[in-house]
T-cell receptor, first 111, second 114 residues
Framework: GEDVEQSLFLSVREGDSSVINCTYTDSSSTYLYWYKQEPGAGLQLLTYIFSNMDMKQDQRLTVLLNKKDKHLSLRIADTQTGDSAIYFCAETSSGNTPLVFGKGTRLSVIA | DSGVTQTPKHLITATGQRVTLRCSPRSGDLSVYWYQQSLDQGLQFLIQYYNGEERAKGNILERFSAQQFPDLHSELNLSSLELGDSALYFC?????????????FGPGTRLTVT
């Protein structure tokens, strides 16, 4: 079945860039998403990218997609302490269908 | 605030009991998804409803059931509860925007089975 892998932890200094990586196995993945979960809260949709795109930029967030390697990354520029959270990568092969999530990457921002 | 509401926020109950979790999707969203988040399994899809009909089923146990009502709110029923059912249960609703479906999650219901 489909599988989405992420590294579990990332620690960065405030003001640096963070890069969170994700790999997926389903070659038919069409939509790839990034969600943020703060302690005790639900999942907040940050951004997403279509499989026919290589890059998407949204303010401090840049998503890069390497479809050949099935690799997705989320870059957060000028990381702030408020960015400390768990970031989930998710994919789906078509539109209004369930998401397959990675286990999440816990980002710690050191002041 | 995603616009998806879930009640209750916390639920503590004993093994063998039955509980009902409630979800109201964002206004106008016809799809409702249920996900379970646990430490060992991560986020797992349980079931999806679209406009009152079951659309997709994931790793949902037979002890669990769900439905979506005419006003589009949904309920997830968990019965014969076991310790391992302790988890965060999320509901999400989806809308098509800019060519993709965006799933918006509620704040979750934390279930503790003792």
């Amino acid at each position: 079945g489909e599988d989405v892998e992420q590294s579990l932890f990332l620690s960065v200094r405030e003001g640096d860039s963070s890069v969170i990586n994700c790999t997926y196995t389903d070659s038919s993945s069409t939509y790839l998403y990034w969600y943020k979960q703060e302690p005790g809260a639900g999942l907040q949709l940050l951004t997403y990218i279509f499989s026919n795109m290589d890059m998407k930029q949204d303010q401090r967030l840049t998503v890069l997609l390497n479809k050949k390697d099935k690799h997705l990354s989320l870059r957060i520029a000028d990381t702030q302490t408020g960015d400390s959270a768990i970031y989930f990568c998710a994919e789906t092969s078509s539109g209004n269908t369930p998401l397959v999530f990675g286990k999440g990457t816990r980002l710690s921002v050191i002041a | 605030d995603s616009g998806v509401t879930q009640t209750p926020k916390h639920l503590i109950t004993a093994t063998g009991q039955r509980v009902t979790l409630r979800c109201s999707p964002r206004s106008g969203d016809l799809s409702v998804y249920w996900y379970q988040q646990s430490l060992d399994q991560g986020l797992q899809f349980l079931i999806q409803y679209y406009n009152g009909e079951e659309r997709a089923k994931g790793n949902i146990l037979e002890r669990f059931s769900a439905q979506q009502f005419p006003d589009l709110h949904s309920e997830l029923n968990l019965s014969s509860l076991e310790l391992g059912d302790s988890a965060l249960y999320f509901c999400a609703s989806s809308v098509k925007a800019s060519g993709a479906y965006e799933q918006y999650f509620g704040p979750g219901t934390r279930l503790t089975v003792t």
